[in-house]
């Protein structure tokens, strides 16, 4: 079981990116799903999650109305668009996903059970 992540860079302040998160090694299509991210010295925070469907979205306040996550089941991918980025995003985004279906404790890091390598992002001002 693997969780792929990529799309990470070093983007200006106010700049987009989009991570991708691929799954592979067993289908994901009814596992709840969501991106967490650290900074250097800092504990690993909840970003943004994603029902099984895709039918819930769900975000940090810190992000909200600025990053977008979405799924394609057919891929077993996961996405996080990030648009108006601002030097605090800069981290290392880690995809994670559920072992099931439920999106219950979708915020605590502990709830996941699948994690990819991470994908670093420096936005500079």
């Known amino acids: 079981v693997q969780l792929q992540a990529s799309g990470g860079g070093m983007v200006q302040a106010g700049g987009s990116l989009r991570l991708s998160c691929a799954a592979s090694g067993r289908t994901f299509r009814n596992n709840a799903m969501g991106w967490f991210r650290q900074a250097p010295g800092k504990e690993r925070e909840f970003v943004a999650a994603?029902?099984?469907?895709?039918?819930?979205?769900y975000y940090a306040d810190s992000v909200k109305g600025r990053f977008t996550i979405s799924r394609d089941n057919a891929k077993s991918t996961v996405y996080l668009q990030m648009n108006s980025l601002k030097p605090e995003d800069t981290a290392v985004y880690y995809c994670?996903?559920?072992?099931?279906?439920?999106?219950?404790?979708?915020?605590?890091?502990?709830?996941?059970?699948?994690w990819g390598q991470g994908t670093q992002v420096t936005v500079s001002s």
């Open positions: 994603i029902s099984w469907s895709g039918g819930s979205t």
């Open positions: 994670a996903a559920k072992g099931g279906y439920y999106i219950d404790g979708y915020s605590i890091k502990g709830s996941y059970d699948y």
